[in-house]
């Protein structure tokens, strides 16, 4: 069974660093691309950021390019989003997911392209 399960998400400052964590068991990991979204207060749920299975290839969102990293160890099962310099509108609920289909990296900016998702991680940004 699949579970996946984030974490690092709290309360930091605007301009703080914040990296989350993402780990995944029951699949293998290094087959499937994966994917960060997050779902602001009173909002719906948007695409952050997704790396393609081997970490080579990386997509962000116009609002993360910049500011946001996003990598993979598959040695260690573990999807990570390096965040800098944040701003209160990156407070959410972080999700990661998984793709699919193995050996796939079409459609990451959309939440239908990802099928297992996990509980989310609360990360607030405010003064």
């Known amino acids: 069974q699949v579970r996946l399960v984030e974490s690092g998400g709290r309360t930091v400052q605007p301009g703080d660093s914040l990296k989350l964590s993402c780990a995944a068991s029951?699949?293998?990991?290094?087959?499937?691309?994966m994917g960060w979204f997050r779902q602001p207060p009173g909002k719906e749920r948007e695409f952050v950021a997704a790396?393609?299975?081997?970490?080579?290839?990386?997509f962000y969102a116009d609002s993360a390019k910049g500011r946001f990293t996003v990598s993979r160890d598959n040695a260690q099962n573990t999807l990570y989003l390096q965040m800098n310099s944040l701003k209160p509108e990156d407070t959410a609920i972080y999700y990661c997911?998984?793709?699919?289909?193995?050996?796939?990296?079409?459609?990451?900016?959309?939440?239908?392209?990802?099928?297992?998702w996990g509980q989310g991680t609360q990360v607030t940004v405010s003064s």
């Open positions: 997911a998984v793709r699919a289909a193995r050996y796939d990296a079409n459609g990451l900016t959309f939440e239908e392209s990802f099928n297992r």
């Open positions: 029951g699949l293998a990991f290094n087959l499937f691309s």
């Open positions: 790396i393609e299975w081997t970490g080579i290839k990386k």
